[in-house]
C-alpha cells in the first residue's frame, strides 16, 4: 500500500488501550467518572477521574497521568515498579491544583498500578526523576476508599448556603446596625482573623459594600472590671492602630451614630493627647492636632477611594464627610465625649468635597 494516508501510529493506539483500561474501571467498578484529556491538550494529564456518591457528583477529582506498555513494568523492586518520570512535567505536576495519580498499564494483562505524585517519593537521575509504584496499590474497587481519602471529603454546603444567603439578605436590606466584637482574646493576641473574615463578608460585593455604608460598629469586650478607658489600655491601642491597617475605610463604614465608639476608639488611638477625668461621668479627650490632621487626611482619601470604586455620587461622599466631621465635633460614645480643641483646627474649614 502506497504511503499516501494518515498514520495510525502503535504507540498511540497503546495510549488509547491503557485509557480505555482505566475507563472501563473507574465506571464498571468504581460507578465514578472518568474525562479523557483531549490530546492536543494534553500536557502531562490524560485525564480525571470524578468522585460520585449516591449518584452525587461531588466536585472532587483526582488528576491521572497514564502510561501504558509492558517496559514500564521491566524495573520491579520488592516494593513495587520503578518509574521514570520527564522533567518537563514536573512543574506542571507540582503546581496542579488536584491530585495527581501516576498510573502505568500492562495492556496484555490488563493489570493496572497507581501511585499519588508526591515529591517526597521521588528520586532524582540524570535528567529525570524515578518514583516507586506501589505493588499493593492495584486500581480496583478495592482501592476505592484510599483514593476518597487522596481526593478528600466531599461538603454538603446547602445548609450554610441557606445561612449566608439569608444573613446577607438581613445585612443588606434588614439591619440597621453591624457590631464588629472583638473579645480580649483577640485583643492580646493582637489578631486581625475576625477582622479580616467581617471585611471579605461586607466587600464580596459593590451592592453589599454600598449597603452596609455607615451601619458597623466596634465593639471590644472582656474590659467591663478594668478601670482604665479602653484607649488607655496599651495593647488595645495597638490592636487598634493595626485594626486600622487592616480595615481601610473607616469613614465609610463605621457608624457616625452619637452612641457608636468604633470612630471615636480609632482616633483616640491615633491621635490623643490629653486625658481629663475631673469632670465624671464625663472624659474629655483633647487631641494632637498634627496626629489628628494625618488621622483625617488619610481616611478622607480612603473614602475618596472606596466611594469611587462603588461609583457613588459626590453628593454621598459629601454627605458621609460631613457626618464624619459632627461626629467628631458633637459626637459621643457610650462612655465617651470627646470635644475638639477648635483653638488648634478649624478642621470643617480645612476640608473641601471634591
Avoid at 293 to 307: C, K, R
Wanted: net charge negative.
Amino acid at each position: 500500500m502506497s504511503n499516501l494516508f494518515p498514520k495510525h501510529r502503535k504507540n498511540k493506539n497503546t495510549g488509547e488501550i491503557g485509557l480505555s483500561i482505566v475507563n472501563y474501571i473507574i465506571v464498571q467498578e468504581f460507578n465514578w467518572i472518568f474525562r479523557a484529556t483531549h490530546q492536543e491538550h494534553d500536557y502531562g494529564i490524560d485525564g480525571y477521574i470524578d468522585i460520585v456518591s449516591d449518584e452525587n457528583v461531588t466536585g472532587r477529582s483526582i488528576a491521572v497521568q497514564i502510561k501504558t506498555g509492558s517496559s514500564f513494568f521491566k524495573s520491579e523492586t520488592i516494593d513495587g515498579f520503578l518509574y521514570r518520570g520527564e522533567m518537563k512535567h514536573i512543574n506542571y505536576l507540582m503546581n496542579h491544583p488536584t491530585p495527581v495519580l501516576v498510573i502505568i498499564c500492562e495492556p496484555e494483562t490488563k493489570e493496572v498500578y497507581w501511585e499519588l505524585f508526591d515529591v517526597n517519593k521521588m528520586i532524582p537521575v540524570k535528567n529525570a526523576w524515578n518514583m516507586v509504584i506501589s505493588n499493593e496499590n492495584i486500581l480496583s474497587v478495592e482501592s476505592k476508599s484510599a483514593l476518597l481519602k487522596i481526593a478528600g471529603e466531599a461538603e454538603d454546603f446547602t445548609d450554610k448556603l441557606d445561612f449566608i444567603w439569608k444573613l446577607n439578605n438581613d445585612i443588606k436590606h434588614e439591619f440597621d446596625y453591624i457590631l464588629l466584637s472583638i473579645d480580649k482574646k483577640e485583643i492580646e493576641s493582637q489578631s486581625m482573623n475576625s477582622v479580616i473574615m467581617f471585611l471579605e463578608k461586607i466587600t464580596s460585593t459593590k451592592e453589599f459594600i454600598r449597603n452596609v455604608q455607615g451601619k458597623v460598629d466596634l465593639v471590644i469586650t472582656g474590659y467591663d472590671h478594668d478601670s482604665r478607658e479602653l484607649y488607655e489600655i496599651p495593647e488595645v491601642s495597638s490592636w487598634l492602630i493595626k485594626f486600622q491597617n487592616v480595615f481601610k475605610y473607616l469613614f465609610f463604614f463605621l457608624s457616625t451614630k452619637s452612641k457608636s465608639a468604633g470612630l471615636a476608639l480609632c482616633a483616640a488611638s491615633s491621635a490623643l493627647e490629653k486625658l481629663n477625668k475631673d469632670v465624671a461621668p464625663k472624659v474629655f479627650v483633647k487631641f494632637n492636632k498634627e496626629k489628628l490632621s494625618l488621622f483625617l487626611d488619610s481616611n478622607f482619601i480612603n473614602l475618596n477611594e472606596i466611594t469611587d470604586f462603588v461609583k457613588l455620587p459626590l453628593s454621598e461622599n459629601k454627605r458621609i464627610s460631613e457626618e464624619v466631621l459632627s461626629y467628631f465635633h458633637k459626637g459621643t460614645s457610650k462612655n465617651l465625649l470627646i470635644f475638639i480643641n477648635f483653638r488648634y483646627a478649624n478642621i470643617q474649614s480645612n476640608y473641601e468635597f471634591i
